[in-house]
């Protein structure tokens, strides 16, 4: 009996290729291990997560430039999405106005702004965060919950259901909607991650 010939046609409806989001950070270590983390929970069979860190001491026109580079020598999908991640900080609304120009350049690029940090969108998988108004508040709230962190995310437990209450509380923090960035303490870092999660 002769072998059963087999079918190589891809069923209706399934994705060709992972999409890919490319995210220039800001920081060297704490957004790029919380994107590694949500890689693993998301699961990397249709979305393909390349982040670009920055350096201790990246402002936000470095962030863009790494960015910019890496476009040069890899074309996006028109499905792809490249963003940055950045922190409000003591940056002025100048230089992260350069920023969000460039995101509106195309659809499927977008910026992605936490004031006055990454870690009050970190603080959200727990609570509010109601009175936060500077840096230092941030991290010693999230220190609550995760005493020995020190900028490293890697080994602490980070849920779907903790990313789910993140989402829903940088949006009701986010209400109205900003535009480009948050002026007062909030994150738009939920609107990457639900790019992520629903892509």
């Known amino acids: 009996m002769p072998p059963r010939r087999r079918n ?5 409806g399934e994705r060709r290729y992972r999409k890919m989001f490319v995210i220039a950070t800001e920081g060297a270590k704490t957004e790029p291990e919380y994107f590694e983390i949500l890689k693993q929970i998301v699961g990397d069979v249709i979305v393909n997560i390349r982040c670009l860190p920055g ?9 863009l430039n790494r960015m ?15 963003w940055l991640v950045v922190d409000k900080d003591n940056w002025t609304d100048k230089q992260l106005a350069e920023l969000y120009d460039w995101s509106q ?5 977008g910026l992605a702004v936490s004031n006055p940090r990454f870690e009050l969108w970190l603080l959200f998988h727990f609570e509010e ?13 999230l220190k609550r919950y995760w005493p020995k ?4 995310i890697i080994k602490q437990t980070i849920t779907r259901e903790m990313i789910d209450q993140a989402i829903t509380r940088a949006k ?12 007062t303490a909030g994150t738009t870092v939920y609107r990457l991650v639900e790019r992520i999660l629903y892509s």
Do not use: H
């Open 8 to 12: 190589f046609r891809r069923p209706l």
């Open 172 to 183: 009701q923090r986010d209400n109205p909607p900003c535009r480009d960035w948050p002026r």
């Open 68 to 82: 910019k580079k890496f476009l040069l020598d890899t074309a996006l999908r028109d499905e792809d999405e490249a």
């Open 129 to 141: 965060a109601k009175g936060i108004s500077s840096a230092m508040k941030c991290s010693e709230r």
């Open 149 to 152: 962190y020190t900028k490293s």
């Open 105 to 109: 350049g195309r659809n499927n690029y």
């Open 55 to 63: 350096d201790t001491k990246s402002a936000p026109i470095k962030v």
